[in-house]
């Protein structure tokens, strides 16, 4: 019965797949050159906006686009160039405005009433945004050595924080323009992709004692960390994500209409919310159509289903007979098959496009999607939250949430690791979310 | 005890009032040419805000300019363009985005969401402004005599319709300007104008039969008519508003805090919003400030108390062992007595100014502040709905409302008429709402 | 045009119309019978109650039986007793727990929450009331002749307060038990009564000048006064209220999917609460059934439609062309022409019955069901609240109601008089209120 | 760094810890009397209160005690007698109104609803009690082997579920007194205990690779099934549960008012429901008192500090530098290191008693609080739900809860076992939960 304890982490994860190689920077130059170049992409991101598309909130989970703009200069001049210079903040309303929910740095403007500021105005925000750039690059190149060691760390953590909200900023234009009869189109649509994917195959996940969370010398968030065991049971998980035409039959079956499949708390969700489809999805004459942020397309039958809720792929997984992954189990399976990538931000698609590949690889385990699994974001064993204001960055939100994992469409590339922990609440579907399936494995079969 | 009944409407009307000349159109040209000023001071009205301030909608009662553009052009094309000319909207989806609250033209976008919109941008509202104009104007020019006469009853309701929303515009204006800390003024400030107003003087109003409502060859409401007779009991009326000071020794009296002063459902209020002053008064270091179109200033003793709700003015009524005068004794007052202007839309101001004249004239009874009355907002006897869907424009908002009487500094001078009703509900305070008293007389002194 | 000022109240009051006698109680022993009496019907109207019903509150609005026991006595104790004998109350939690909403009293317990109490228990509030009871009456014997005075002005008050709350436990026991799947009765049914009843026959109101209000030697509530003049249009009033057969056809017509016949406030509230019927009626497989205090009922056709709401009542009138009188019309109407009576509480049917008499009588004027008038609840010209914490009985709440005429089963024949004003918010329908639709005449022809 | 897989549950398990006995039972007999106790139970607990008390619902997560003598009765009905016999339910309505949330049952009333309802009598829902227990012990009696069989596993799990609710009827009972401004009291108070209790020490948990999770051959939930590895870090369990006295340093120091201790989600929660202290405490003149099932008695400061949300569990372990347990290591401590019982239900005292004994012990690890753990409720790897309707049992509250350990003053003694799982959401403190704290311990020391 009790297995010979294997060796930690010993499955193979085979050479050549394709994580990102991230490495400490080396010099200061090439800092101050991912500065540049994060900084710049999130203008870039918005360039194709209207004015007023900068200022609208047509949720409550969503901000403007506008806020995010200043929200991620607030957050150099807050933990950057205030500590490092002591100066004055640029104007001191924005301190105000634009602190998201740092409760050490003082009260906060309500999230839910973002859309209702007209001012500052989006040149103002620009504008503060350049000087505060001008400014950091004008320090960074000025510090002495240990200045710059405590420099370095906040840079890097606004960086990813910077690509965190280009995400953002993208799920919000989505939201704010679904909501919009007009159903605006932010970019280009991709062309259709008709030809069907291959039915999932289930890759085994080896059981026995494993290591997860990141140990490496490189950036990662502190919710990622303390590297550290854990025992996984006999089980396998999908090859691919769930698509759109997966996830159709569901509805067709009248699953959105049957308590059996669902969780108390997404039944009554399902009910007060009167869902019966994914968020995004629109019944028209010409059948199901879907908003994106090309606007509003046909349903795509191969592509990964997108937008729905923890409720909604669990309500799914149990319907199939199946289940959600724990974020272990994803962690392990990402580190002991091949990976292969779908959309990413740098692709330009901002859709998850259908998952194609070998069906012994895991297909679009980064990228494409982000992944429920069945694990409720809460700490790792040792874990401890950064000192400071940082402190509330990941760790007051370890309640109420479920961890995802992998990465969409929307999110940079270089953003991603297989030991990222996102996290939303279950019945948030506004991220780019989707579902891939996990079973147990017959434990004799297995062991 | 019985008086002899009066002549009705015998009261003396000092020649010279002035009350605007309100003539019939007499010529096809004056149409078009009021119609060419009032939509153009619409756009006027605008020019001062950024592209920003066009969109957000800070509380739930009030509207994006942008809307305001929209709506408009929407009562042109919906009501004079289209049965006329039987042409298909400009954009079919700008008549459900536009339409504010008529049932008979069909659904409409939910009033609390408008400022969710960012699409169609101001660019789009203005161009569809321009068509609607292009083609108003040149169909008047080639209608026939019958035709026209039917244009021109839908053109006058249009154009009244509009400068109702001038005044929405400059409320709407303010009120998402107040809710940003950035505090933006839209406009100067007035000067300072320090110079003691005088103690209020009270104006009988003469008892017994009257005549009240609007029964003239020129526009009116469907809800100032018909005209009719009322009973009035004696009473007096004071000659000016109540002012900022006297408003703030109600308020040092502990006002907000006595129940006493209170009807119940404004007690409740005042505990459920918090409420402990005028809505747009600021505490500040430097004592009481205002929140005006200029921005932030000092609080002025001698204007007048403005965005005051019913159950504010009530309470500050009973505090003072006075009344609000009944919509009757208002109008019958404003007919028996000399009238003055107070501040209208055309001034400039944006905002009221201290009432100084003579003491038997009713100072500011046009302009100034909408004058809250006790009468609940109901048909007049024998009262009619137009037919179609203006019949909604008035009549089904006749319940829960309080009628308000004179007009405010953000109005039209030629909008108003002393047979004018507007109407709010009792906790509403972003109009800009005052209070004139009136009491009882002693029977026996008053017959 | 202007029509010869007719004598006030000049109007036909026919003899013998059956209006109850109410005589000042000449006697201190009158007045103590009277206490005893009224008193124990209280009691006897909660005998057939087990202990459980007395304790449930199933809606805001209703009040538990138990509660309306102890707050009889409250007021009693806090009115009478308190300020005649300075004596500390029976049981000091019992001053916070039965105040209703006299806030010059104190705190009082929250009115949603009187269902959240099992203690005191159903026994310790009858012994309360028992010992109150004798005290009032043995303190009543003992008293000075001007201490008298002072007492029996309270006490009239506090018995007349009394038959409002026996009143109000029908009406509540009625909310309870509706709301209960067991659909529990209170009494036993009426028998059947199939008969047709007369169509509508329309009574001319005279037109003109008139004195409504109470001004007689006897009780009144404070709402009812002063006495004062109101100018009368040509109009005329059905001589019976509306039948369930005819309000049915309003439904069979469409008339709560039609936004056409609805006030603003009324359409929202039947798309919000989504009203297809008056409260108490039932659909089920036989056709209509009604829930009253006899239990399920089949809908008999030819009864006063009760249970609706003045959105209700307005929408209904409307849909035939015709609207609500106004409370004035009512009351000269009920004088000018010869009543009859409807059910009262004395009757025991607790529910109203067919209409039925002279084509040239108002019919079920008093008793039968609450009769909905156009007039939003205010003062009378000239009116004065009581001194102390009675000012807050009736004042306070004039505001957002409509008043109310004539009475209904459920209350006590001798609380009635034509100038008594009830008053709800235009969305209540626990109420027993019912439809009387009155309509303009043709100035030329009623002159 | 990577340690000697320890063996499975090695660790040493004193003989002698007062786990209690749970044989299967062996003979039918030995069942029935299990019921017959079990049933006689509920009813002797309800005995101290007036009928008026069985009604009542204070808030919306307690229910009426009427409501749970008839649930329990319900379920028999349902689960055993239905099956088994083919008849109809005692009263078809029951069927509605005592179904919970057994979706597949049918639609069932609204459980923030059941206070509203008098009816069935409390003298009906216990003759149906009666009814349905006679049939049950007949039918017991007479049925075949195999149909004993599967009768006997529902009536185990139906003697479990009623336990729960007595449980629950204590909760319930507390909740609905101390609503209530009179605080009545259900029982006599324990006698004051003022000696110190020993400050906390700290027992390692063994680290390493565990099996928890029930395995026996008797009854246990669903949920606590299958035994399953986990892998555990260095860290140490207090001895005995948080105190009074301890939480009131937290409150002394500002604990509510400090962001900094709380979750994101407490943080709202505190600052929503203006929380200041657990929820039973009062402050009086006299000093800090805590309302109890015995009434308001002054706060005991040796007693464990006893309804607290999770919430307030974890920001008082934050702010004393701990954090709570892992279930995995509440199990692993509970089952490696000798445990005393605090009250429980047999005992009478309905309230945590002073936790004494020996520093070695786990103090009051089963009885006395029901103890917070950090982990979320969740299914365990491979956990399926049983078939039919009692799959809904647990299975679908399996989110946004956290998992509770060891049972309560008003729990059951056999009622309880080590690995049982309670489960309430963070906000809920109207359970008898308290806070066992926990530690890290160094990794190189623990290894």
Request: charged share 20%.
């Amino acid at each position: 019965m009790t297995p010979t304890a294997p060796q930690l982490d010993a499955c193979f994860c085979p050479p050549g797949r394709p994580f990102p190689a991230r490495r400490a920077p080396e010099d200061r130059e090439e800092v101050l050159s991912a500065y540049r170049r994060i900084r710049a992409l999130t203008l870039a991101l918005v360039r194709p906006l209207a004015i007023e598309d900068y200022v609208v909130q047509a949720c409550d989970e969503a901000s403007p686009p506008k806020w995010h703009l200043g929200h991620t200069t607030w957050f150099f001049e807050t933990f950057l160039l205030g500590p490092l210079t002591g100066k004055a903040p640029y104007q001191p309303a924005y301190v105000h405005l634009f602190n998201s929910y740092y409760e050490s740095v003082g009260p906060y403007f309500p999230r839910t009433r973002r859309g209702t500021l007209s001012r500052p105005t989006v040149a103002e925000v620009l504008a503060w945004r350049e000087a505060v750039d001008a400014e950091v690059l004008a320090l960074a190149a000025t510090l002495g050595h240990e200045a710059w060691e405590q420099a370095v760390a906040v840079m890097q953590w606004g960086l990813q924080h910077e690509q965190q909200h280009q995400e953002l900023l993208l799920m919000d234009i989505l939201a704010n323009f679904a909501e919009n009869p007009l159903r605006p189109a932010y970019c280009a649509p991709s062309p259709a992709d008709v030809q069907p994917v291959d039915p999932i195959a289930w890759l085994p996940i080896p059981p026995g004692l494993h290591e997860i969370g990141y140990a490496g010398p490189e950036f990662c968030f502190d919710n990622e960390a303390p590297r550290h065991r854990v025992w996984i049971e006999p089980a396998a998980i999908a090859h691919r994500p769930v698509t759109n035409a997966e996830f159709l039959a569901f509805i067709e079956d009248g699953g959105y209409h049957n308590p059996r499949w669902w969780l108390s708390d997404g039944w009554a969700w399902v009910q007060r919310e009167g869902r019966s489809h994914p968020r995004y999805w629109v019944p028209t004459e010409g059948g199901w159509a879907e908003m994106t942020l090309a606007g509003l397309e046909p349903l795509h039958p191969q592509r990964p289903v997108v937008h729905v809720s923890y409720f909604e792929a669990d309500a799914y997984a149990r319907w199939c007979g199946r289940r959600l992954p724990t974020e272990a189990e994803w962690e392990v399976a990402a580190r002991c098959h091949p990976v292969t990538w779908g959309a990413t931000l740098d692709d330009g698609t901002y859709h998850p496009t259908p998952p194609r590949g070998p069906q012994d690889h895991l297909l679009q385990a980064m990228g494409g999607v982000w992944e429920w699994t069945a694990t409720p974001y809460g700490p790792y064993p040792g874990y401890r939250p950064p000192a400071g204001a940082l402190g509330e960055y990941n760790s007051k939100f370890m309640n109420g949430q479920y961890v995802l994992r992998g990465g969409a469409a929307v999110t940079p590339a270089e953003h991603l690791r297989p030991t990222y922990r996102n996290f939303f609440h279950p019945h948030e579907s506004w991220p780019f979310t989707g579902v891939r399936l996990a079973m147990d494995l017959d434990k004799g079969r297995a062991d």
